[in-house]
């Protein structure tokens, strides 16, 4: 059998008219796609991904790039992406390897979700004019308070508080590991999270030196390889989050090939450089929900109860009895992450099939929490797929108390989702260790384009709440009444626990 | 100042325990001894202090010395499931027995086990530079010894019977370290990605100290396990999944 080239995904065209034979292009494309030829530019569009690296670099805008310039025979069942990957299994065999969030074309639940405002009968509130309390506290609540009054009139507390976290704005950003992403883009990121006020995650991939600047805005992160993980870097997190799944590939650990482990991420991971670094899928001291108890436990006597331990789950149909298991095991918060999540890089067959949307998965978990009484002990944290500042407002509304911010996070610094994470030759800087590369990106520069996203989303989330009447952050988690669901069906909208338009 | 005190864990829960010795080793206390242990997990998590030395008389509970980095602590009775978890540095001496996931992610130090361990010992056992943890068991381990191994020395003596080791999944997707073993074991019960040579001279001149440390701990005859011959077990390739995937 000969399957023969497959067609261009994409190809590129310069306008000579507008080409200044600069070699910006030549200089920028790390895929391979330009070369200069003479008095010519010329172009292999076979290599190309869309990263617009080239394009963004161009002073004369002549070059453009077009998606699928050749067409298959169309077909409903036998889409493009269904036959190009059997042929791909055809010739290898394998597993095929997608980087980024999920790629089918799923209904979001988001755009079909619709936020509330006040009109005449509630006034709504001026942002401008009133305080909007944003500030969310991230951690155990009691659920009651003694307090004891002394003869003078002072009134002492006695309820002992468990730590939390205090964030200025309940958006912060997931965990990227340093491997996954490069240290420019994760100080970039560092730099943002602590000007603003909030946390970021390391990933698994430990703490590099140059960040312990910022650790007091870090969530370390404690996964199934356990890399970089000691007892100096539990303590130097705010808080400590176990990694049990991921919304991108749930059930599946994680894999860093031996080529990303340079000198500088074998220090920080501490294993050797050019070894796998392996994550298996379970946590092999964790085979029942007993066991994450003795975890998280665990976590807490080596850092003397100082510090909330997360511990986040992919969304997948039993997320709620889950999260009331992880409720009850001293946990103080559970992260949820949903199908949308994204990932450097993920067998297609998970990211695409695998895990449900995080809508459903947080008004789930919200429900459930509250239904068994112990929504007081964990906050909720929703990752995966939260484009903008309504799927924040949204999101809050069926209960989550903050959210996890990734693949914006990595657009705010240049990433053109281009999906080719695992190739480790990002143009941007952001995902590849590769130094002429990774040098491309300024963690000054950067980091203001980060804070610049959160502090938008930040100011548009307080409009959205001054016009539905709301001042306060607390008022609107898990206000269901502010949302309305437009083209669900009964069951969606019974799980969200949300009135139709119009009701 | 006394450098050393006694601890009566006696119904004392392992949060309290815990505080007792840390404050202790920051009063100076070198020596902490502990008695009536019975099944407080956690017992001597992230501690500090390479001249601390804790003795526990009784059966601890899970997680025993999870992110230790530093102390010795002898177990005078056997050990619940994964001590030595994630632990830096230090030693861990068990003069008994000892659960599953012994020594789970250790990442340097030493961990004694005299007789029998569970199901996963070392597994994911990891090394980087100077740090090369070491877990050595004297009786017989169950499966997946070594699975995921990525670093690290691992031995097996079978005081109990040689093989040491008769289930399956032996050093399943090993990408680093090496598994010595006392006698053959079956190769079918080798796991994926793991392979089976005879100890060479060199090999057991590297290993012979650490068996000769074992044997004095524990006060063992170290001549016969010396004169005996390995198997080492280790990755067939550093990259075991390096085959399985393909680009999108």
Redesign the interface.
């Known amino acids: 059998m000969t399957i023969g080239s497959i067609p261009l995904r994409f190809k590129v065209d310069i306008d000579p008219d507008q080409c200044m034979l600069c070699g910006r292009c030549v200089d920028n494309c790390s895929y391979g796609v330009f070369r200069k030829d003479g008095d010519a530019i010329r172009v292999n569009s076979r290599n190309c991904v869309a990263c617009h690296r080239c394009s963004a670099f161009c002073p004369r805008d002549a070059i453009s790039i077009y998606e699928k310039p050749t067409d298959y025979r169309s077909h409903p069942v036998w889409t493009r992406e269904v036959r190009e990957n059997i042929f791909n299994q055809a010739k290898t065999g394998k597993i095929v390897l997608a980087g980024m969030g999920n790629a089918l074309p799923y209904p979001i639940i988001f755009d079909r979700l619709v936020l509330d405002a006040c009109q005449v009968t509630n006034p709504s509130i001026d942002p401008l004019r009133e305080p909007m309390e944003l500030r969310t506290y991230l951690g155990k609540k009691p659920s009651s308070l003694s307090l004891k009054e002394s003869a003078d009139g002072t009134v002492e507390l006695i309820t002992k508080l468990s730590p939390n976290l205090q964030i200025e704005t309940p958006i912060m950003v997931g965990h990227m590991s340093y491997g996954a992403i490069s240290l420019n883009a994760q100080t970039a990121i560092a730099k943002a999270v602590s000007r603003i006020g909030t946390f970021m995650g390391t990933g698994e991939g430990g703490l590099h030196e140059s960040l312990y600047p910022y650790q007091k805005n870090m969530i370390v992160q404690v996964a199934s390889g356990r890399f970089g993980v000691d007892i100096n870097y539990l303590e130097r997190g705010a808080a400590i989050e176990i990694k049990i799944g991921q919304g991108a590939k749930p059930g599946l650990g994680g894999h860093l090939p031996g080529e990303k482990i340079c000198a500088d991420v074998s220090y920080t991971r501490m294993i050797p450089e050019g070894s796998d670094a392996i994550s298996p899928a379970p946590h092999h001291d964790i085979y029942s929900i007993e066991d994450l108890k003795q975890l998280v436990r665990s976590l807490k006597e080596a850092t003397e109860w100082k510090k909330p331990v997360f511990v986040k789950i992919a969304a997948v149909h039993n997320s709620a009895a889950i999260a009331a298991g992880i409720a009850r095991s001293s946990a103080d918060a559970v992260v949820i992450d949903g199908f949308r999540g994204g990932t450097g890089a993920a067998p297609r067959v998970f990211r695409d099939h695998v895990g449900i949307p995080v809508e459903a998965a947080v008004a789930s978990v919200d429900a459930k929490l509250r239904q068994q009484g112990i929504r007081n002990k964990v906050s909720i944290i929703a990752s995966g797929g939260i484009r903008e500042s309504a799927d924040v407002a949204k999101i809050i509304c069926l209960g989550a108390d903050a959210v996890y911010i990734g693949t914006s996070a990595l657009v705010a610094m240049g990433c053109r989702v281009c999906g080719t994470c695992y190739r480790g030759q990002c143009a941007w800087g952001i995902a590849t260790q590769k130094p002429e590369l990774t040098k491309r990106l300024d963690p000054d520069v950067e980091s203001v384009h980060v804070e610049n996203l959160i502090h938008g989303w930040t100011l548009e989330l307080a409009e959205l709440m001054g016009a539905a009447g709301i001042n306060s952050i607390e008022s609107l988690r898990g206000n269901r009444d502010r949302l309305r669901g437009y083209m669900l069906d009964e069951g969606l909208l019974n799980v969200l626990d949300v009135k139709t338009v119009g009701a | 100042m006394a450098t050393q005190i006694r601890i009566d864990a006696k119904g004392l829960h392992?949060?309290s325990l815990?505080q007792k010795i840390?404050a202790a080793i920051a009063d100076g206390v070198k020596e902490i001894i502990i008695d009536n242990v019975l099944g407080q997990?956690?017992i001597g998590?992230?501690i500090?202090g390479d001249d601390v030395t804790i003795t526990v008389n009784g059966v601890p509970g899970?997680?025993l010395a999870?992110?230790?980095?530093g102390p010795t602590i002898v177990v005078h009775g056997n050990a619940d499931?994964?001590p030595g978890?994630?632990m830096?540095k230090g030693n861990v001496i068990i003069h008994g027995s000892a659960g599953d996931?012994v020594a789970?992610?250790m990442?340097g130090g030493k961990v004694y086990v005299r007789d029998n361990i569970g199901y996963?010992g070392g597994?994911?056992m990891?090394?980087?530079l100077e740090?090369r943890p070491i877990l050595v068991v004297g009786g017989a381990a169950r499966a997946f010894l070594g699975?995921?191994m990525?670093?690290g020395l691992l031995i097996v003596l079978g005081l109990t019977g040689i093989p040491p080791i008769e289930e399956r999944g032996v050093g399943s997707?090993i990408?680093?370290g090496e598994i010595y073993v006392r006698g053959i074991i079956d190769k079918n019960n080798l796991g994926v990605g793991a392979q089976q040579i005879p100890a060479t001279e060199e090999q057991k001149t590297m290993i012979k100290p650490i068996i000769e440390d074992f044997a004095q701990t524990f006060g063992l005859d170290s001549v016969p396990l010396l004169t005996s011959d390995y198997s080492r077990i280790s990755p067939a390739s550093?990259?075991?999944?390096?085959?399985?995937?393909?680009?999108?």
């Open positions: 392992y949060t815990n840390r997990r956690f998590n992230g500090r899970g997680d999870m992110f230790m980095s499931h994964a978890n994630t830096d996931a789970h992610s990442r996963r597994i994911h990891k090394q980087y740090k699975e995921y990525a670093g997707g990408h680093g550093a990259r075991p999944f390096a085959n399985k995937y393909t680009w999108e």
